[in-house]
T-cell receptor
Framework: DGGITQSPKYLFRKEGQNVTLSCEQN?????MYWYRQDPGQGLRLIYY???????QKGDIAEGYSVSREKKESFPLTVTSAQKNPTAFYLC??????????????FGSGTRLTVV | AQKVTQAQTEISVVEKEDVTLDCVYE???????LFWYKQPPSGELVFLIR??????QNEISGRYSWNFQKSTSSFNFTITASQVVDSAVYFC?????????FGAGTRLTVKP
């Protein structure tokens, strides 16, 4: 079955350490997104990519980096510059036409905790 | 700018009660799409419904119904005869020319 796979489900990061969250999709979607979810704040956009080898910053990109070398993959690196990384991270994908009305398909999320 | 407001942070009901989740949106786009997603404790967002800006017909799907009123920029979601399995966080979202914007979510707790 087609879908989005995020790994790991739980991740622990030490202070000053970079960590990478994986997101893979087999839906042939063009666009991929990373959201951060904190209690009571809904979903905030970190980065998104409409096509391979291209990506744009979202609302809260500071302290994060991404790459889009393959259509299927959109990994997110949480760098040591991100001062408060403890959160739930969701990856999503959709077809690229912005006015097509397609909704997003979401992965099951990665819960990152700083220890 | 696009904005979605879900004023109800948390709602608690007893099983079999009806409950309405409110959603108000702002956009300058003339063509846009509205969505509701359900987030159960497992964390994954599950798609419930999509509505485009030109279709104001209400929709009913089993115990779920949606009321889209363009005049008040609202897209409310009603669960009839709620069940414990309906307990989740529900998100309203708007997709226009810019990327999808989500409300802060409403946590619904249905008690037996």
């Amino acid at each position: 079955d087609g879908g989005i796979t995020q790994s790991p489900k739980y991740l622990f990061r030490k202070e000053g350490q970079n960590v990478t969250l994986s997101c893979e999709q087999n839906l042939n979607h063009d666009a991929m997104y990373w959201y951060r979810q904190d209690p009571g704040q809904g979903l905030r956009l970190i980065y998104y990519s409409q096509i391979v080898n291209d990506f744009q910053k979202g609302d809260i990109a500071e302290g994060y980096s991404v790459s889009r070398e393959k259509k299927e993959s959109f990994p997110l690196t949480v760098t040591s510059a991100q001062k408060n990384p403890t959160a739930f991270y969701l990856c999503a994908s959709t077809f690229g036409d912005r006015l097509s009305g397609y909704g997003y398909t979401f992965g099951s999320g990665t819960r990152l905790t700083v220890v | 700018a696009q904005k979605v407001t879900q004023a109800q942070t948390e709602i608690s009901v007893v099983e079999k009660e009806d409950v309405t989740l409110d959603c108000v949106y702002e956009t300058r786009d003339t063509t846009y799409y509205l969505f509701w997603y359900k987030q159960p404790p497992s964390g994954e967002l599950v798609f419930l419904i999509r509505r485009n800006s030109f279709d104001e017909q209400n929709e009913i799907s089993g115990r779920y119904s949606w009321n889209f009123q363009k005049s008040t920029s609202s897209f409310n979601f009603t669960i009839t005869a709620s069940q414990v399995v309906d307990s989740a966080v529900y998100f309203c979202a708007l997709r226009g020319w810019n990327d999808m914007r989500f409300g802060a979510g409403t946590r619904l707790t249905v008690k037996p």
